[in-house]
């Protein structure tokens, strides 16, 4: 888990310029069932205040799956479309927003990607250029059943 | 150096003048060292010139003229007992410009109409009258062509203009009304900025985006920014909106239009479709928003307003490989070529599908949805259309185009250029 303190610059007609809230950033892997994972990032506010985010585009969430050597094999957003919008989003003291998407265990291409090792990382996009990371989650992907079989 | 320095100085003297004469305090201090013998009072440059006219009758203005000559106006019939070199030493003394082609009498003498003084009168009479016309931009003494004018930023505010030249009285060749660009303030695409030009920061409720471009749509005057910049995407909820954002002076105007997503013929199955993520607002009352011009930023990616692109026509066609522009409140103004035309794009999280919409390769980010999509024409920009969407990279942006946006079945017919220009 991830524990930030940022500076939420952007926050309209509210008193949060000066504000530093804490905010934790955390990703989860469920799976695989079958040939997917479902991914979801969380992000709480930790502190005692109500704290306003500004939510860069729609949607603003991000997931990316990499390498261990960080490389990135496949992310959530890429090829889509993002309508260019930013968003005021007030969070109440212990709120949490969850993002959630499936990953069908494919790379950039579309290719099925080995079994192995790998990372993931949930992102959210705030205003222009800031950007909440999550720690980097190990993955282990397993070999299917008839792989393991066939040995 | 020393030559180009006497060159400019005349011409350095009297920009020194005007900038003591216009009160700016702080650089006062710093040139009054430099100009001792020019008076700091409170006096215009146009007392000044005023009291010029005093001692030298027929006096009609003085400038610098194409060849950098001193040029003075007097008016034909005027007699004056004054000499060249008298006139010369008389404007040196008054206007505190030590200049040698002035005690020298080197002067060129131009026959004026009227004198300073009677352009002052007429000019302060006007001045309270003409600036509650909506659309009048600036009024002047114009030194150089001894006549009075006035700047309108359209043919509506001229007109209004010439009926108060007749009712004040004051004879309508003496004056010359022309169009000028909106002066904008040194303010960024985020700040709050009057009149209204696309490119700007607006926020409806919980949300920021940029305005468009102003236009006029059935007789209603208001602007446009993208359909999912409102309280719902497709319909009309009166989203109303602010600019730069919520405040108790900065209400602009309220959506009055948002055709519906629906599934009409060649959308897909289980979608909705559009031509155009656009929708419309009509301006609040007593908003002063400049038809047909948008803010133009210091430089590429630079949200500093320095100026406005004014738009002179609306693009029939679209081709791949053209270099397209667009200023947003995010990342400012951003330029590339068309990568492909005519796309129909899925919206990442809707089952919303946009028909026939252009991509272009430059920079985006969120916030720039509603953007104005141009491209520059020498003198003027040709506009393209709204963007409403980009990659995650922020590399490429998706804009729908104006002929989109204008089709019945959108927000049909829309008059967005400059007055008079297309």
Redesign the interface.
């Known amino acids: 888990m991830l524990l930030l303190a940022l500076v939420v610059g952007?926050a309209?007609?509210v008193g949060a310029m000066e504000e530093k809230p804490a905010l934790s950033a955390r990703v989860e892997a469920m799976g695989p069932v079958g040939r997917t994972i479902r991914l979801k990032l969380w992000i709480k506010n930790e502190s005692e205040r109500r704290l306003t985010l500004?939510?860069?585009?729609?949607?603003?969430y991000?997931f990316l799956v990499k390498r261990p050597d960080g490389a990135l094999v496949w992310?959530w957003?890429?090829?889509?479309?993002?309508?260019?919008?930013?968003?005021?989003?007030s969070l109440e003291p212990g709120e949490e927003l969850t993002f959630e998407v499936t990953w069908r265990l494919v790379d950039a291409r579309g290719r099925r990607v080995p079994p192995g090792e790998y990372v993931v990382q949930g992102v959210l996009?705030l205003?222009?250029?800031e950007k909440l990371l999550t720690d980097p989650l190990p993955l282990r992907i397993p070999p299917s059943k008839k792989a393991r079989k066939g040995r | 150096m020393a030559r180009v320095l006497r060159r400019y100085a005349p011409v350095m003297s009297i920009l020194l003048g005007v900038v003591l004469a216009s009160g700016f305090g702080a650089w006062s201090a710093t040139l009054t060292s430099r100009m001792p013998q020019v008076p700091l009072s409170e006096e215009t440059l146009d007392d000044q010139l005023a009291r010029l006219a005093e001692r030298i009758p027929g006096f009609g203005g003085i400038f610098l003229d194409e060849n950098g000559r001193i040029a003075v106006y007097l008016v034909e019939g005027e007699v004056t007992t004054l000499s060249v070199r008298e006139i010369g030493a008389t404007i040196a003394r008054t206007l505190g410009w030590d200049e040698p082609r002035l005690r020298a009498g080197a002067i060129r003498i131009l026959p004026g109409q009227y004198s300073f003084r009677q352009l002052k009168e007429w000019n302060d009479q006007l001045f309270p009258h003409v600036f509650e016309i909506e659309g009048v931009t600036l009024t002047d003494i114009d030194e150089a062509r001894n006549r009075l004018r006035i700047g309108v930023e359209s043919e509506e505010a001229a007109e209004v203009v010439i009926e108060t030249l007749d009712s004040l009285g004051v004879p309508r060749e003496a004056v010359i009304v022309e169009e000028v660009e909106p002066i904008l303030p040194m303010a960024t695409l985020r700040d709050k900025v009057r009149p209204l030009v696309g490119g700007l920061q607006i926020n409806f409720p919980g949300y920021l985006c940029t305005l468009g471009f102003n236009a006029v749509r059935s007789s209603v005057a208001g602007f446009v920014t993208a359909s999912h910049c409102t309280n719902v995407q497709g319909g009309v909820e009166g989203t109303p909106y602010w600019q730069p954002r919520e405040d108790t002076d900065t209400f602009i105007g309220t959506e009055i239009a948002d055709p519906l997503y629906t599934r009409r013929l060649g959308c897909p199955r289980g979608r909705v479709c559009r031509y155009s993520d656009s929708a419309f607002a009509q301006l609040a009352f007593g908003v002063n928003a400049s038809l047909g011009y948008l803010a133009q930023t210091a430089s590429l990616g630079s949200l500093t307003i320095t100026g406005s692109f004014q738009i002179t026509a609306e693009a029939t066609r679209r081709v791949r490989g053209e270099v397209l522009n667009k200023v947003g409140r995010t990342t400012g103004w951003s330029q590339g070529p068309i990568t492909q035309t005519c796309v129909n794009v899925g919206v990442t999280g809707t089952r919303i599908v946009l028909l026939c919409q252009d991509f272009v390769q430059a920079t985006v980010d969120a916030g720039d949805s509603g953007s104005p999509v141009f491209k520059i024409n020498g003198s003027g920009v040709t506009l393209y259309g709204l963007l409403w969407g980009g990659n995650s990279s922020g590399t490429s942006f998706v804009y729908s185009p104006i002929g989109n946006i204008q089709r019945s079945d959108e927000l049909g017919s829309l008059r967005t250029c400059a007055t008079g220009s297309c």
């Open positions: 952007s309209v007609g500004m939510l860069g585009g729609r949607p603003a991000n992310e957003q890429r090829g889509k479309i993002i309508q260019q919008i930013l968003e005021r989003r996009n205003e222009p250029p």
